[in-house]
């Protein structure tokens, strides 16, 4: 089976635009994709995770309306530790914000 497209060959020219710009767009790939590492491995260096107790404390609200938050999605579990919910403290102080209707 030959894989090679049909219909006709592209100029000399042209062929040789497309590898250039084909090199071209695929340095600038991995570029971007080292970008995006170093912005990821940055997000998790500076994340700060909360618990249960500090969330609740800190938002004013019991453990059943935490779970009921969590559930209608207004917070989301960032990760599970030694069977402890941790929360992102970002998402607590939103969840905060939210909860009691400030605007500051």
């Not at 990821?40 to 800190?58: F, G, H, I, N, P």
């Amino acid at each position: 089976m030959n894989a090679r497209p049909k219909g006709p060959a592209p100029c000399p020219q042209c062929a040789y635009l497309l590898r250039l710009l084909y090199h071209e767009v695929r340095g600038l790939k991995e570029y971007t994709l080292e970008i995006q590492r170093f912005i990821l491995q940055k997000e998790k260096e500076e994340t700060v995770y909360r618990d249960a107790a500090y969330t609740m404390d800190r938002v004013g609200i019991s453990k059943s309306t935490l779970l009921r938050c969590q559930n209608q999605g207004e917070i989301r579990v960032a990760k599970i530790v030694n069977r402890k919910k941790l929360y992102r403290d970002q998402d607590v102080e939103r969840l905060r914000k939210t909860y009691w209707s400030l605007d500051a």
